[in-house]
């Protein structure tokens, strides 16, 4: 202990591999948390790596961080919710309590804030703090194994500061969580991002904008905020292909006007303006990416502001969202959503997949497990000309071996010597995509199932509802296209919790019986 908190003082960034002891855990109350929240060491060197002792929150709180200190707790058991290996996922509330209060010591020994990945390293975390120009939670919703489930709430033991997870599912998974002690965005909210985020290489400092005085504000005409989910994307490409090409944010006026809407770019320069009718309640405000004129913005970061604006034209405080505009990269795409190739027969035996170059870039070309895990590298920072590149996947790795049926990601990441931007599209290689209409279903609850078959199949497949407490039984399947089937059901009242499981059965018209099974968290 002694070597580490001085190792760490002063430390304006403090990056902690080691045991995580956190609360609530399986084992007894720590009323003073005097194990838990803190670092695992050794008791002694040289003795091995589990003789441990478990300095808490009452020590934690007395190390000597640089105010404002980025603390990284990476590979902990408990820090970003998580549980421990082999023991079951917590519930959502018991993982939030998780964050909170692993935060909340380092926090009093004057932490900015908290990044703790279970899984992921702490690399781009790093590489993005010195490199890039953004707001923390920006930088941490954009790292690269993202699940695209960020959730925002206060922090119950900081007063003021605020939480956030992006769990691998919106109930399991707990791997990915910040606590920022002031949010340097207005809401503290990060953007919902899909795994594969796009980002830009580093830019100058976006300048505040040129303080003007601005009329009196009226009383309520205020911004009372964005809302939790406030802009869609932190990075966008209006390029046409369909994914991201807006950067979306809703703000919410105290009372009825017009939101006053700008964008300037990295060197405080305003190019586009206008006015966002409101009546008060959450409004849409939106950006293609283009100028006052219609042409679109070059690759780089902006800010968008907005402000409200009564009937008098008096504005009240702005708030700011940077986001990036990128446009090299495109129309990253799969021929089908889902394709069986563990088979070996013919009737889909492989998928397309693709994607669209604006220009010249370097890429590198992986695929990723669901967990966003490599599991193959089809280019390696190639230099490629301009236009459309495709891939015929049959499902096996460059070695020749199959890869286990599950879902996938094709993951494009590009670069031009200036700009990173990546982009992905998932898939099945399954018999079969079962999915629900809502992915968190409820006791009682009525859904309906769509199941895509990979092949054509000779009748239409059997699917089968596994609920805690109850018998399995089958659901009544309609065909609606060649592979394509709808099944409604309401889920039984009573009884547990715990996962729902679906299962279907099909016979290929090769005479092949081919199965799926998918498990939904139930509530």
């Not at 905020?225 to 869609?232: D, Q, R, Y």
């Not at 590009?414 to 700009?419: C, T």
């Not at 065909?479 to 919790?497: F, H, K």
Request: charge should be neutral; aromatic fraction near 8%; proline fraction near 8%.
């Amino acid at each position: 202990w002694a070597n580490v908190k001085a190792a760490v003082a002063g430390a304006s960034i403090v990056i902690y591999m080691g045991h995580g002891n956190g609360w609530p855990s399986p084992y007894g109350n720590d009323a003073a948390y005097t194990t838990k929240d803190g670092f695992g060491l050794n008791a002694s060197a040289g003795a091995g790596d589990y003789n441990n002792v478990y300095y808490g929150e009452p020590a934690i709180a007395t190390l000597a961080l640089a105010p404002g200190a980025i603390v990284i707790l990476n590979h902990l058991c408990y820090a970003s919710g998580n549980s421990e290996p082999g023991n079951a996922d917590p519930s959502v509330s018991v993982a939030r309590q998780r964050v909170d209060n692993y935060a909340a010591a380092f926090l009093r020994a004057g932490a900015g804030a908290v990044i703790a990945d279970g899984h992921g390293s702490p690399v781009g975390y790093l590489r993005d703090l010195f490199t890039t120009n953004q707001s923390l939670e920006s930088l941490w919703a954009n790292q690269s194994n993202a699940n695209g489930n960020a959730v925002s709430f206060p922090s119950v033991r900081t007063p003021g500061a605020s939480a956030f997870q992006d769990p691998e599912t919106p109930t399991s998974g707990f791997y990915r969580s910040l606590v920022v002690r002031s949010a340097s965005s207005t809401t503290g909210a990060p953007l919902p991002v899909d795994p594969a985020a796009t980002s830009v290489a580093p830019a100058p400092p976006a300048p505040a904008a040129t303080p003007v005085p601005p009329p009196p504000a009226p009383a309520g005409s205020q911004l009372r905020a964005l809302s939790p989910a406030a802009a869609t994307v932190t990075s966008f490409s209006p390029n046409g292909d369909g994914y991201r090409d807006v950067a979306s944010l809703t703000a919410t006026p105290t009372g009825p006007g017009a939101i006053a809407v700008s964008v300037r770019d990295t060197a405080g320069t305003t190019f586009r303006a206008w006015t966002v009718v409101s009546s008060g309640s959450p409004t849409k405000v939106t950006w293609d990416g283009r100028d006052a004129a219609g042409t679109v913005a070059a690759d780089g970061r902006y800010v968008i502001t907005v402000a409200p604006e009564d009937a008098s034209g008096n504005i009240g405080i702005g708030q700011d969202r940077i986001v990036s505009l990128v446009t090299g990269l495109g129309a990253v795409a799969t021929s089908s959503p889902v394709f069986y190739p563990q088979d070996l027969d013919q009737l889909a035996p492989t998928t397309t997949l693709s994607f669209n170059l604006a220009r010249p870039m370097t890429v590198t070309w992986t695929l990723r497990d669901a967990t966003a895990r490599i599991v193959d590298t089809h280019l390696a920072a190639v230099a490629l000309d301009a236009g459309t590149q495709t891939w015929v996947f049959d499902g096996r790795r460059s070695d020749g071996t199959m890869l286990p049926a599950g879902r996938y990601l094709s993951y494009v990441a590009a670069s031009d010597g200036s700009v990173v931007v990546a982009q992905s599209v998932s898939f099945e290689a399954d018999a079969f995509l079962i999915k629900p209409s809502d992915v968190t279903p409820g006791r009682g609850q009525a859904i309906t199932l769509t199941v895509t078959s990979a092949e054509p199949l000779a009748a239409n497949p059997r699917l089968l509802v596994y609920q805690p407490g109850f018998s399995a039984r089958a659901a009544t399947v309609t065909q609606v296209s060649d592979t394509i089937y709808l099944a409604t059901i309401r889920l039984r009242t009573g009884a547990g919790t715990g996962t729902v499981t679906f299962r279907a059965t099909g016979r290929d018209l090769a005479g092949a019986t081919q199965q799926t099974t998918r498990a939904y968290p139930l509530h």
